[in-house]
């Protein structure tokens, strides 16, 4: 019956295609097949060039690490330092003091305000600008030692005058110091910057006599040979090198901090006023207390005598009571007798009053 529906030519046509449609079916799959094996390949190609670039991505991160923290405690192989070390060696290198105006004469400190008036060397012009930030310092001598004074502003200049106004803030205790405060000054474009080298030249008991006691060891221990309990930090070649100190920072490190001790003490003072007034007047409100104590004390004994006066006064009243109570009691009695007797009485005379009656009835009246 097939036969008959699809002639033989249908078949053979059926037969081609579906060779040919196997043909293609191959030719995908041997294509799929070479592209999935091309990408497993590419892709265990690309995962091992990630793992190589991830080693040495890591490994060139801690040489950069290193090449950027290297100092003289932690080197390179090399024996040399890395960047931030580098940068600071040469910062130290450029580093200058900027200019200086030494034997300034002080003409007036204005004590409100810390305004200060100056007079420079008067055979050259001062070239200072408006609004230069100078750092002064009074200058030293055998009889008092010079001192910080303070971070001033230029507000104006001519020729070998500038007026200089204070930067900070300054407090009470600043305005009287810088009040107090003789010349002549010595002012730096640049905060002195601390060296090794900066104190060599004097002695030691110049040294003691211008260092604070607290540190003066550390400044005559500096660059002698260091012992073997110096920390590791401060030996250099075999010698003892103190801690170099920011004085720009430092100074202004101690300016805030005695800002704020001046506030917190202000505001310590005040407290402690306001404690003195909460005192004295717990002290008013005490005696106050007192008296109204003694006050309420007597008004109690009072009441208390009174109590007792009432108690006593109710204790008299109660005897009577119970007396009367008594006497009450006794008269109830005899009346209840008297009244029995006269309901007696009234009884016989009802009943006498009863048979005559009778009597009466029976008879009749006149019999």
Same mark, same amino acid.
């Given at each position: 019956?097939?036969?008959?529906?699809?002639?033989?030519?249908?078949?053979?046509?059926?037969?081609?295609?579906?060779?040919?449609?196997?043909?293609?079916?191959?030719?995908?799959?041997?294509? @799929?097949?070479?592209?999935? =094996?091309?990408?497993?390949?590419?892709?265990?190609?690309?995962?091992?060039?990630?793992?190589?670039?991830?080693?040495? &991505?890591?490994?060139?991160?801690?040489?950069?690490?290193?090449l950027l923290e290297?100092?003289?405690?932690?080197? &390179?192989?090399? /024996?040399?330092?890395?960047?931030?070390?580098?940068?600071?060696?040469?910062?130290?290198?450029?580093?200058?003091? /900027?200019?200086?105006?030494?034997? @300034?004469?002080?003409?007036?400190?204005?004590?409100?305000?810390?305004?200060?008036?100056?007079?420079?060397?008067?055979?050259?012009?001062?070239?200072?600008?408006?609004?230069?930030?100078?750092?002064?310092?009074?200058?030293?001598?055998?009889?008092?030692?010079?001192?910080?004074?303070?971070?001033f502003k230029a507000?104006?200049?001519?020729?070998?005058?500038?007026?200089?106004?204070?930067?900070?803030?300054?407090?009470?205790?600043?305005?009287?110091?810088?009040? /107090?405060?003789?010349?002549?000054?010595?002012?730096?474009?640049?905060?002195?910057?601390?060296?090794?080298?900066?104190?060599?030249?004097?002695?030691?008991? +110049?040294?003691?006599? $211008? &260092?604070?006691?607290?540190?003066?060891?550390?400044?005559?221990?500096? %660059?002698?040979?260091?012992?073997?309990?110096?920390?590791?930090?401060?030996?250099? +070649?075999?010698?003892?090198?103190?801690?170099? $100190?920011?004085?720009?920072?430092?100074?202004?490190?101690?300016?805030?901090?005695?800002?704020?001790?001046?506030?917190?003490?202000?505001?310590?003072?005040?407290?402690?006023?306001? &404690?003195?007034d909460s005192k004295?007047?717990?002290?008013?409100?005490?005696?106050?207390?007192? $008296?109204?104590?003694?006050?309420?004390?007597?008004?109690?004994?009072?009441?208390?005598?009174?109590?007792?006066?009432?108690?006593?006064?109710?204790?008299?009243?109660?005897?009577?009571?119970? /007396?009367?109570?008594?006497?009450? =009691?006794?008269?109830?009695?005899?009346?209840?007798?008297?009244?029995?007797?006269?309901?007696?009485?009234?009884?016989?005379?009802?009943?006498?009053?009863? +048979?005559?009656?009778?009597?009466?009835?029976?008879?009749?009246? %006149?019999?």
């Open positions: 019956m097939l036969d008959t529906l699809f002639p033989p030519a249908y078949h053979l046509a059926m037969s081609i295609w579906n060779k040919i449609l196997l043909w293609f079916i191959g030719v995908a799959a041997a294509v @799929c097949f070479y592209t999935s =094996a091309r990408t497993l390949k590419t892709y265990q190609h690309w995962c091992t060039k990630a793992i190589d670039f991830q080693t040495k &991505l890591e490994a060139l991160q801690k040489t950069n690490q290193d290297a100092d003289k405690d932690r080197p &390179l192989a090399d /024996g040399s330092m890395g960047v931030r070390a580098l940068k600071a060696e040469l910062t130290l290198l450029l580093l200058n003091r /900027g200019r200086i105006w030494d034997k @300034c004469d002080l003409q007036k400190v204005d004590p409100r305000t810390g305004d200060v008036a100056l007079n420079t060397d008067a055979g050259t012009p001062n070239r200072i600008s408006v609004n230069t930030i100078l750092y002064a310092f009074e200058d030293w001598d055998d009889k008092s030692p010079g001192q910080y004074v303070g971070e507000t104006a200049v001519a020729d070998n005058k500038v007026q200089l106004a204070p930067t900070l803030n300054l407090t009470e205790r600043d305005l009287k110091r810088l009040a /107090g405060s003789k010349g002549p000054w010595s002012m730096y474009e640049l905060m002195p910057v601390d060296r090794h080298t900066a104190l060599a030249s004097l002695s030691e008991e +110049e040294k003691k006599a $211008r &260092l604070p006691a607290e540190s003066v060891a550390e400044y005559l221990k500096d %660059g002698q040979p260091a012992a073997a309990d110096d920390p590791p930090q401060r030996k250099e +070649e075999g010698k003892y090198r103190r801690s170099l $100190r920011d004085y720009k920072e430092l100074f202004r490190a101690s300016h805030s901090e005695r800002t704020l001790f001046v506030d917190r003490f202000e505001a310590l003072t005040r407290d402690v006023k306001y &404690l003195a004295t007047d717990s002290l008013e409100q005490t005696q106050f207390a007192q $008296r109204e104590l003694g006050s309420v004390q007597t008004e109690l004994a009072l009441a208390r005598k009174e109590q007792k006066e009432v108690a006593d006064h109710m204790a008299v009243l109660e005897h009577l009571l119970q /007396g009367l109570q008594q006497i009450v =009691a006794e008269r109830i009695r005899g009346n209840l007798a008297i009244a029995r007797e006269i309901a007696k009485v009234q009884l016989d005379a009802a009943r006498l009053i009863d +048979e005559r009656t009778r009597t009466m009835a029976q008879f009749g009246p %006149g019999k």
